[in-house]
C-alpha cells in the first residue's frame, strides 16, 4: 500500500467519521431539546433518569466523542488517537453483544419488570405531572390504553385513551410492534454492528500503514 492509497484510506475514515460526528450532533441536540421541553415524561418511577431525552443525550455524546477521535486521528495520522478509536469501538461492540445476549437470556424477568414498572406507574397519573405526560404521549402514539387495557383505569380512562371496546393495552400493543418489526430492527442493528467493525478494520489499518510509511521513510 503506497502513500496514494494511505491518503485515500485517511480521507475515506476522515468523512466516514465527520457524517457521524454531525449525526451524533443531531441527536445530542434532539436530546437537549427534549429535556429542556420536557414533552414526554418519565414512565417508570423507579428509573426516573430513563426519559428519551437522557438516552438521545448520552447516544450522541457518545457518538460525537468517538467520531471526533476518528476525524482527528486519520486527518492528523495520530497512532495515539487511533487506537483510542478503536478501543472505544471495541467496548461500544462488545456492549451492545453482551445487552442483546442479556435481553434474550432474561427476557422473561424483563418483561415482568416492564409490566411492574408500567402498573407502578398508572397509579401516579394524576399525581406525578411527569407521568401524566409520558402516558399520555404513550397512549396518542400508539392508540392504546392503560397497561393491559382500559380497565386499568379504576377512576376511568383520561382523554388520552382511544374510544372503543377493542382498544388493545399498550404493553401488548409496543410487545406486538416489536414482534412484527423484528426482522427490521435486526436488520438495523447488524448494518450498525457492520458500520462498526468496518470502522475499526480501518482505524487499524491505517495505524498500520503509518508504521510501514514511518520505517520506509526512517522516521
Known amino acids: 500500500m503506497g502513500m496514494s492509497s494511505l491518503k485515500l484510506l485517511k480521507y475515506v475514515l476522515f468523512i466516514f467519521n465527520l457524517l457521524f460526528w454531525v449525526c451524533g450532533c443531531c441527536i445530542l441536540g434532539f436530546g437537549i431539546y427534549f429535556l429542556v421541553q420536557n414533552t414526554y415524561g418519565v414512565l417508570f418511577r423507579?428509573?426516573?433518569?430513563?426519559?428519551?431525552?437522557?438516552?438521545?443525550?448520552?447516544?450522541?455524546?457518545?457518538?460525537?466523542?468517538?467520531?471526533?477521535?476518528?476525524?482527528?486521528?486519520?486527518?492528523?495520522?495520530?497512532?495515539c488517537l487511533l487506537m483510542s478509536f478503536f478501543v472505544l469501538l471495541l467496548i461500544i461492540l462488545l456492549a451492545e453483544v453482551t445487552i442483546a445476549i442479556q435481553l434474550f437470556v432474561y427476557e422473561q424477568k424483563l418483561n415482568t419488570l416492564v409490566a411492574e414498572g408500567l402498573n407502578d406507574s398508572i397509579q401516579h397519573y394524576h399525581s406525578d405531572n411527569s407521568t401524566m405526560k409520558a402516558w399520555d404521549f404513550i397512549q396518542t402514539q400508539l392508540q392504546c390504553c392503560g397497561v393491559n387495557g382500559s380497565s386499568d383505569w379504576t377512576s376511568?380512562?383520561?382523554?388520552?385513551?382511544?374510544?372503543?371496546?377493542?382498544?388493545?393495552?399498550?404493553?401488548?400493543k409496543a410487545k406486538s410492534w416489536f414482534h412484527s418489526n423484528f426482522l427490521y430492527i435486526g436488520i438495523i442493528t447488524i448494518c450498525v454492528c457492520v458500520i462498526q467493525v468496518l470502522g475499526m478494520s480501518f482505524a487499524l489499518t491505517l495505524n498500520c500503514q503509518i508504521d510501514k510509511t514511518s520505517q520506509a521513510l526512517g522516521l
Open 156 to 172: 376511568g380512562p383520561p382523554s388520552s385513551c382511544p374510544s372503543g371496546a377493542d382498544v388493545q393495552g399498550c404493553y401488548n
Open 46 to 79: 423507579n428509573l426516573p433518569f430513563l426519559t428519551l431525552g437522557n438516552i438521545l443525550v448520552i447516544v450522541g455524546s457518545i457518538i460525537m466523542v468517538v467520531a471526533f477521535l476518528g476525524c482527528m486521528g486519520s486527518i492528523k495520522e495520530n497512532k
